[in-house]
């Protein structure tokens, strides 16, 4: 008898103890996560750069909208973008140390500035200082013919490095990051 009790207990207790477990999942993110590294190959298991960032999407609205010209910028959605470098480099023109910063941008009309910032963990721009800056460059921006409907970001290999090409709509930027050796 006591077996029986013992093993009725049991069976009650675990088909009801899932109950407790059971967990709520979200949907998906409407500016899900995405990842960009270089070397860019899959195969490659060493990389020198990669950054996460989120990626909005137009979905009818236009980009001066979601990142107006002259605003400091998280630089796609959610959480400001953070990259990491995994050795030091030139970014555009300065010398970062080895490490991960928040990457914001300030769009403009011909021109972006990009800054690399040491304050990591920041959603959106509302916490920007500018103060924690490791470095801040302005490069050209250019228009494209094709639109891009969500924020990208991709690396494209060049001589002694890689430009980090990050596009939206028709709007591209480039910012050269060279390897130190």
């Known amino acids: 008898m006591k077996k029986v009790s013992i093993i009725t207990f049991m069976v009650f207790t675990l088909a009801f103890s899932t109950e407790a477990y059971a967990q709520e999942f979200s949907g998906l993110d409407k500016s899900p ?19 996460v960032y989120s990626r ?26 953070e990259i990491t470098f995994y050795s030091d480099v030139n970014f555009g023109g300065k010398d970062i140390k080895a490490g991960t910063y928040s990457l914001f941008t300030i769009p403009g009309q011909g021109e ?3 800054a690399l910032n040491k304050n990591l963990n ?3 721009a509302f916490s920007y200082d500018e103060g924690a800056d490791v470095a801040r460059v302005k490069v050209p921006s250019s228009s494209d013919g094709k639109s891009l409907e ?12 890689a ?8 709007t591209r930027v480039a910012v050269p990051i060279m390897m130190k050796m």
């Open 122 to 124: 920041q959603w959106g």
């Open 112 to 114: 972006w500035t990009v």
């Open 150 to 161: 969500e924020f990208s970001i991709a690396f494209k290999e060049v001589d002694g490095g």
């Open 56 to 81: 909005p999407q137009l979905k009818g609205r236009s980009m001066q909208e979601l990142a107006p010209e002259g605003k400091v910028w998280r630089t796609g959605a959610n959480e400001a973008p």
């Open 163 to 170: 430009q980090m090409v990050m596009g939206w709509d028709k």
């Open 33 to 51: 996560m995405d990842m960009a590294a270089f070397p860019t190959s899959y195969k490659e298991a060493n990389k020198t750069i990669r950054i």
